[in-house]
């Protein structure tokens, strides 16, 4: 973290949807802030408007009130300093594993040699050396993530979003690839929103989480995290604040 | 006759060349809660398609009350990671579903599903239908179902996995209330120790393919389980590093 500069500004955010008879709100009167360079975990229950949140960070969907501010600028859409990887891995099944990785480059019009090499990195630092030419359907769950991963990394985006990129995956999976994130993180140096609905995962990521409630969602509380890395899930202050947490946190059935 | 309600003997999977499960042995007593644990990829899913006679065993078998088990006889009711509700019955109707099939008598389906919504607080879904309600609520609904049938054997395999803690730990408490209530036997799958340590009275953890059983644990931590207690921890770590691969 960078001394606390504010990277991200949300104010007053709100969404809603009109129904057949009814309107429905989805987030209601979020404002946080983002520092640079943090691991910002957002944590509520299931179905509580968390992607929703970021969808409109990512410039997805239009908030029907509030701002958000980068570098504090107001933006207004999408903007290409935020990435994002995304739950259900959005991967073009019908380009390998270099291709949907270097798609954003290629769409900016950069040329073949530049392009290929800073994919090529990013295929290294998410350990898929080997699978370049593979296909999707070729990969496990877990590699398919990882490209998600790498073609977010690939654009150099300032601000990367991961919307539960992990609820697909089965628990041992995960904490293989909770640990890749944090590599990636710490080799980065970005600014990672991620959001989840698994307190347990939260608690390994985050420096800060912020917990939201049930649908609709607004800000419960914020927790600094300051356990050490790497942190042990059965450690007796991880399962002290993991039940403080759960404590407060809404029973969404 | 053993008080073995189910017993699993010499069970071996072969798919071609590929060797997944090597003769895997275990006995399950009436009445009993017991968790399997593996390794990711080490083929449980293999092994419940062998306990629900969707696969047939290269050699080995599966008995039931001494006898060969067979669907069309004995009553094998599973519970799958993905809620499958008939979308157009009501939630009552899909409790009924299952005991209609079996031509159970009316009087005797009406006091069973009567004792499920009750136990589990369903008195106003009644009427909805699995579209009108939530993920988890669904799951709730297939597994209510799958207890009405006063199974043999119940299977479930991971079926809280994408639930947030909070939400996993009100099911697990539920599926343990009626676990208890109906008297079932039940064999729970998952990835997740936390879990299979909250609920097991003995779990089976299984090797890497070519799969076997590595080791049986009784757990006999008293209920409610407490996670954060120096014994469940401890227990936890142990069968974390029996399985680990990340």
């Not at chain 2, 079926?159 to 064999?187: C, H, N």
Request: aromatic share 8%.
């Amino acid at each position: 973290m960078d001394n606390n500069k504010i990277k991200l500004k949300l104010e007053n955010i709100s969404q809603s949807y009109i129904t057949k008879d009814n309107v429905f709100t989805a987030v209601s009167g979020v404002s946080l802030e983002v520092y640079d360079r943090e691991f910002l975990v957002i944590l509520g229950p299931g179905r509580c408007g968390k992607s929703v949140l970021l969808n409109m960070i990512a410039g997805i969907e239009k908030p029907v009130d509030g701002s958000i501010f980068l570098d504090g600028e107001k933006i207004n859409g999408s903007d290409e300093r935020i990435g994002m990887v995304f739950q259900k891995l959005a991967l073009m099944p019908w380009k390998t594993v270099i291709e949907n990785i270097e798609f954003g480059l290629k769409l900016k019009g950069m040329n073949k040699k530049t392009r290929r090499e800073t994919t090529q990195k990013y295929i290294e630092l998410v350990g898929l050396e080997g699978f370049e030419k593979s296909y999707p359907n070729q990969l496990s769950g877990g590699m398919k993530q990882r490209v998600g991963i790498a073609r977010a990394y690939t654009n150099s985006p300032e601000i990367l979003l991961m919307d539960e990129p992990f609820g697909q995956l089965d628990a041992q999976t995960r904490y293989a690839m909770q640990d890749e994130v944090l590599r990636v993180w710490d080799a980065e140096k970005r600014t990672v929103i991620f959001v989840t609905n698994n307190l347990e995962e939260a608690l390994y990521l985050a420096d800060r989480i912020i917990l939201l409630s049930k649908c609709p969602a607004h800000v419960k509380e914020s927790y600094d995290i300051n356990l050490p890395r790497p942190r042990n899930t059965t450690d007796s202050d991880f399962l002290h604040l993991r039940k403080l947490i759960s404590d407060n946190t809404d029973l969404a059935l | 006759m053993s008080n073995n309600k189910i017993e699993v003997k010499n069970l071996t999977k072969h798919f071609g060349d590929l060797h997944v499960l090597d003769d895997i042995n275990f006995n399950i007593k009436k009445g009993e809660f017991i968790c399997i644990v593996g390794p990711t990829g080490c083929g449980k899913t293999t092994f419940l398609n062998l306990l629900t006679r969707i696969y047939m065993p290269s050699k080995g078998d599966l008995y039931i009350d001494g006898e060969l088990a067979d669907p069309r006889k004995h009553n094998l009711a599973f519970v799958f990671q993905e809620p499958s509700a008939v979308p157009w019955k009501t939630v009552e109707q899909n409790l009924k579903f299952g005991l209609e099939l079996k031509k159970i008598p009316k009087k005797e389906i009406d006091s069973r599903v009567e004792n499920i919504i009750n136990l589990m607080g369903l008195q106003e879904f009644r009427n909805s239908y699995p579209h009108q309600l939530s993920v988890s609520t669904e799951q709730r609904i297939i597994i209510g179902r799958a207890f009405v049938m006063n199974p043999d054997l119940l299977l479930m395999d991971e079926p809280y996995g994408q639930m947030d803690i909070k939400l996993r730990f009100y099911l697990e408490d539920e599926v343990i209330k009626l676990w208890k209530a109906t008297g079932s036997t039940v064999v729970f799958i998952t990835h997740n120790i936390e879990e299979a340590l909250y609920l097991a009275e003995r779990i089976l953890i299984l090797t890497n393919k070519p799969t076997t059983i590595k080791e049986e644990l009784k757990i006999d931590l008293p209920r409610p389980r407490d996670i954060t207690s120096p014994e469940f921890i401890k227990i936890r770590n142990y069968v974390t590093e029996q399985i680990r691969w990340w």
